[in-house]
């Protein structure tokens, strides 16, 4: 009841000093007409320079509210019309009324691809996939990016919940909040991924993905090492955040929320300049984040902080500066492992393990700190209209320190070799980090240009890039603390607890784990877009890959061992052909991928790269004026040269050999709709199948382990009134779906399966030029559902949340 009227007071605060505020501003609103006298619907109406604005309505009405007195540029626009200035003033407390009639007619203006404020949910354009500016129907890569309207209509906080919206991207692993690979776990096409890029270079986390500064996340499919390097890849592809900017004017916004379990955040988002001549404006995004959890003892608190600065020095010039930092308290959700064979068991499916889906198995709060900052940077330089530089600079750190408890199943015949299968036991164990951290570093040279030859239009980057990383992590280990019974018939789970663990760490011997070592990739890429036609487009792309590893070492400063270079190429192709231009493409893609292997084969000889080759092809569609967009794509991955057990040497039992082989294929399907005004549509269905080819006879033809479930599905509706008195509400509603997923698929361990599970969620806001309230509810049937990187995690149960934004 406390959070219900603190949330309540707050909106009445908000609501008290919107009516204050709006007594000592202007109001500005008025009509945008075309050329023959009809509406002009979905018209970009805003002050230059200041962040405020709006768009038009189905009868052309526009209103900008909070505008302080002075004299302003009013600017009307849309994609594809030409700008329409007017300066105007307002006086304090006025209410001033300013029509404009833009040179379109009708019929010209329903030609014009109008985007904003009609399908909020899209992006047509990324600086970053391809490295420069390619809309999507002109780039054979597959992609899905989720905006910040997406985010803010869903109340979405992390990119984990974010992930709901990407066609074929499955949660696995929530994130653990370790030093160096603390960020979540995601599987696309069959491979394991993490969130490593921000703003198209290094930019690991260590703990849960805030989005208090995320304009978008891009979802970029299949293996992308071409222009983006292995280190931060996989071979399904890369999550990349786009983060805000600094804008001309001031403004900003405070947010609070509550929820179930406990849950309460802060956030703010305020843009000032930092100079008179306002050539430097600066952008500070905050967030305060708590959350407990359905079961005892879990929790996650952290603290984020991302300030921004731009600097335009002239036309030509400009920098860009930003960090983010972030620090926390969490305690890990209880993962499930499998030591023993699924048969001995007793059961092969997550829903019949009788293990109590509330509890976590341990005492007090078994705490981990974690903390990790990005530091970017960016020069752009403007040589001319056709060409230009970018250089980029980005600094990573990454640590952690605390428990990371775990648990495993260990059935009856453990205990008496006779025992009928079944497991009553749970071993209580833990992996805790002691102060491991990890630097990360990258400076990246892009130029990019526009020219012909002859008729045909080309657009290139020409880039170099150099990534170091220095690992600096240590992992110390039991397997036992103790063996409980999993049904709490006469266990004590209280005295599972960090004074406990501490006195067993130090009564035992124990693991330890250290990952150290230093590693150099030096980079040159170069990749051309070329218009062989104004319907037809190739791509052409090449990388070449230095990895030097230092090798791997301790904090005892022992000499560093296991040091090798390897050098690696990576090309890229594709093919796009318009039938109908700017509204639908037929595209077809090669992409490749790699993973620097070290070591020797049984007969001496080292190893080289591992390599993943995709073949792709598909088609995008930008349908009636944006008003429809999607993909439908099949994929075909062949990942060779894996290394794997060679057994035909009896005197040399750890001999490998280097030829196994994993086939990844499948289809994705994904529609980004706005078939009527205010509705907006996101629905993504996705299929993968995958099996092992010349690997060990334990797994020989079967799906990997590590795919999550083959067949995956996501829906969200939403609708917002534009007028009338209802003008600023919203609802939606969607969901995600699951086949089952093996996490264990071998014939010694047999299969254990996580069941297929479908989880609604649905949302209400209302959405004011000074403020917006938003409730949502996730998970509404409350449904037991579980993911899983090899184990069994349980996911959150029904949880409600309230929030407020008060805007200035």
């Given at each position: 009841?406390?959070?219900?009227?603190?949330?309540?007071?707050?909106?009445?605060?908000?609501?008290?000093?919107?009516?204050?505020?709006?007594?000592?501003?202007?109001?500005?609103?008025g009509t945008i007409t075309t050329s023959d006298g009809k509406p002009a619907a979905y018209i970009s109406v805003g002050l230059k320079g200041k962040g405020l604005g709006n768009v038009t309505n189905d009868k052309g009405l526009y209103e900008i509210l909070r505008v302080k007195p002075g004299t302003y540029i009013l600017r009307v626009s849309a994609v594809g019309m030409q700008n329409l200035e007017k300066t105007i003033t307002i006086q304090a407390g006025e209410n001033k009324i300013v029509d404009v009639v833009i040179s379109q007619n009708s019929n010209q203006l329903s030609e014009v691809n109008i985007n904003q404020g009609v399908n909020k949910y899209i992006a047509k354009k990324s600086e970053y996939i391809s490295k420069m500016s390619l809309n999507n129907l002109e780039n054979p890569q597959v992609y899905t990016t989720i905006t910040k309207e997406t985010m803010a209509d869903q109340l979405v906080f992390s990119v984990d919940d974010a992930t709901r919206n990407a066609t074929g991207v499955q949660k696995m692993w929530e994130s653990t909040g370790r030093g160096g690979d603390g960020g979540a776990y995601y599987a696309s096409r069959g491979f394991i991924v993490q969130a490593k890029l921000r703003n198209g270079i290094a930019g690991n986390v260590t703990g849960r993905n805030d989005v208090a500064n995320l304009e978008s996340v891009e979802f970029i499919k299949g293996p992308s090492a071409t222009l983006f390097g292995s280190t931060l890849t996989s071979y399904g592809g890369l999550i990349n955040r786009i983060t805000k900017k600094p804008f001309e004017g001031t403004g900003g916004s405070v947010s609070y929320s509550t929820g179930t379990y406990d849950f309460n955040r802060v956030s703010t988002d305020f843009n000032f300049p930092v100079d008179k001549a306002?050539?430097?404006?600066?952008?500070?995004?905050?967030?305060?984040?708590?959350?407990?959890?359905?079961?005892?003892?879990?929790?996650?608190?952290?603290?984020?902080?991302?300030?921004?600065?731009?600097?335009?020095?002239?036309?030509?010039?400009?920098?860009?500066?930003?960090?983010?930092?972030?620090?926390?308290?969490n305690t890990l959700k209880p993962f499930v492992f499998f030591y023993f064979p699924v048969a001995q068991l007793g059961f092969d499916r997550a829903d019949q393990s009788g293990i109590p889906y509330d509890k976590s198995f341990t005492g007090d709060a078994m705490k981990q700190k974690y903390n990790s900052s990005n530091f970017f940077g960016q020069a752009n330089y403007k040589f001319n209209d056709n060409w230009s530089s970018h250089t980029s600079f980005s600094s990573n750190y990454s640590f952690s320190n605390g428990r990371g408890t775990y648990l495993f199943l260990v059935p009856n015949s453990f205990f008496n070799p006779a025992a009928a299968p079944g497991a009553d036991n749970l071993s209580r164990a833990d992996q805790s980090t002691d102060n491991s951290k990890i630097f990360t570093y990258e400076v990246q040279q892009n130029f990019n240009g526009t020219f012909n030859l002859g008729s045909v239009k080309n657009r290139v980057v020409l880039g170099l890039d150099y990534l170091r990383q220095?690992?600096?992590?240590?992992?110390?280990?039991?397997?036992t603390f103790d063996i409980t019974n999993k049904n709490g018939t006469g266990a004590n789970y209280n005295n599972f607890t960090e004074a406990n663990l501490a006195a067993f760490y130090a009564a035992n011997p124990y693991s330890k784990y250290p990952v150290n070592f230093k590693s150099n990739t030096y980079s040159a890429y170069a990749s051309d877009v070329i218009n062989l036609t104004d319907r037809l487009i190739a791509l052409a792309a090449l990388r070449v890959d230095r990895f030097d590893n230092k090798g791997n070492s301790d904090r005892a400063g022992s000499a560093p061992k296991g040091a090798y270079k390897q050098t690696v190429f990576s090309p890229k192709f594709g093919l796009v052909f318009q039938p109908v231009k700017d509204q639908l493409s037929l595209f077809a893609n090669y992409q490749n991928g790699f993973n620097n292997i070290n070591g020797i084969d049984y007969k001496g000889d080292a190893f080289k790269a591992e390599q993943a080759n995709q073949i792709e092809g598909g088609i995008k569609a930008n349908a009636f004026n944006g008003k429809i967009t999607g993909s439908v794509s099949y994929y075909y991955i062949k990942v060779k040269d894996i290394v794997r057990g060679y057994n035909l040497d009896p005197t040399n039992p750890n001999a490998q050999i280097q030829d196994g082989n994993k086939i990844s294929k499948g289809i994705e399907a994904e529609v980004i709709a706005n078939p009527v005004n205010g509705l907006n549509i996101i629905a993504g269905f996705a299929y993968n199948d995958n099996h092992l080819e010349n690997a060990s006879p334990d797994v020989e033809g079967r799906r990997d382990a590590y795919s999550a479930a083959p067949y995956s599905a996501n829906l969200w509706v939403s609708y917002k009134f534009l007028s009338g008195s209802l003008r600023g509400l919203g609802l939606g509603a969607g969901g995600n779906y699951a086949s089952d997923n093996k996490i264990v698929n071998s014939v010694s361990q047999?299969?254990?399966?996580?069941?297929?599970?479908?989880?609604?969620?649905?949302s209400v806001f209302y959405d004011h030029s000074r403020f917006r309230i938003g409730v949502k509810v996730d998970n509404f049937t409350n449904q037991k559902y579980w993911t899983g990187y090899s184990t069994m995690n349980p996911q959150d149960l029904r949880t409600f949340t309230g929030s407020v934004t008060y805007k200035f």
């Open positions: 009841m406390n959070k219900i009227r603190l949330f309540v007071l707050t909106a009445v605060m908000l609501l008290i000093n919107t009516l204050a505020f709006a007594q000592q501003s202007g109001t500005l609103k306002n050539h430097i404006y600066a952008r500070i995004n905050t967030s305060y984040n708590y959350k407990g959890s359905f079961q005892e003892n879990v929790f996650d608190k952290g603290f984020f902080i991302a300030p921004s600065l731009s600097y335009k020095v002239n036309d030509k010039l400009d920098f860009v500066f930003d960090a983010e930092i972030a620090n926390g308290k220095n690992s600096d992590q240590l992992f110390y280990s039991i397997d047999g299969v254990f399966i996580l069941p297929a599970y479908k989880v609604y969620n649905a």
